[in-house]
């Protein structure tokens, strides 16, 4: 007989090439599988994530839009119409005033805190926002842009042009299409479900009533603005 020690050690026999290599095949294939299941569930989770910052993007965008909307201010009682503020809304059919705009444009004139120094004022600012294309068909590369302008010395003339004092700024990225609707009263006493895609506050272009029933000349402020804004989703 055989000792003890020498016995275990005879029968402790150790893989085959072969069997190495069936294991290393199998542990290959599991090792493929939870790297294809690990990377698809980080791409959606990028994916999301990136979805998620535009969508925050353009919301924060939308809000500032109607902020400052609510606080478009009116002034047409000079007899020098260049020294009007304006309230101005282009839509993509007519001629726009900015450079490679491909949507609507929309345009006016609303009190703004600026700092300067440790001093805080308001001051009656130029503000607008439009779609820049880029100056090509496809709209992966469009943005929507900030126009702002504020003015340091008088007579001012609101003409929302290039910004002497100011910027044309990114609001947000991947913004598809911009789309504004102008809601107001086409009849004394109706409600303002009237609309059109085309607003100038210092023309005389509509049949357009204020809340009391009387007929406005020229015709001023819309009673509402509709703001449609796409975001591209991939």
């Not at 309230?87 to 006016?108: H, M, P």
């Not at 005389?204 to 020229?218: M, Q, R, S, V």
């Amino acid at each position: 007989l055989l000792p003890m020690w020498q016995n275990m050690r005879l029968n402790n026999r150790g893989l085959t090439l072969t069997e190495i290599l069936v294991v290393v095949f199998i542990f290959s294939i599991l090792s493929t599988i939870m790297f294809t299941v690990f990377r698809g569930g980080l791409d959606s989770w990028r994916k999301s994530e990136n979805i998620l910052t535009m969508y925050e993007e353009a919301r924060a965008a939308l809000d500032l839009i109607s902020r400052e909307l609510q606080s478009a201010f009116l002034y047409q009682s000079s007899g020098n119409q260049d020294q009007w503020t304006k309230f101005v809304g282009i839509d993509e059919t007519g001629t726009r005033l900015k450079t490679n705009s491909a949507k609507d444009e929309l345009f006016f004139v609303a009190p703004i805190a600026l700092r300067t120094g440790e001093a805080l004022r308001m001051d009656l600012c130029e503000i607008g926002y439009w779609l820049d294309g880029k100056g090509t068909a496809g709209t992966s590369d469009d943005v929507l842009m900030r126009h702002f302008e504020s003015f340091n010395a008088l007579p001012v003339k609101y003409d929302f042009t290039t910004p002497a004092t100011g910027a044309d700024n990114m609001a947000a990225k991947n913004v598809t299409d911009l789309q504004f609707t102008y809601y107001y009263r086409n009849a004394a006493g109706a409600a303002p479900t009237a609309t059109t895609t085309n607003w100038d506050s210092g023309a005389d272009n509509l049949t357009n009533y204020d809340a009391n029933g009387n007929l406005k000349k020229p015709d001023g402020l819309p009673d509402a603005v509709g703001i449609s804004l796409t975001v591209r989703s991939r």
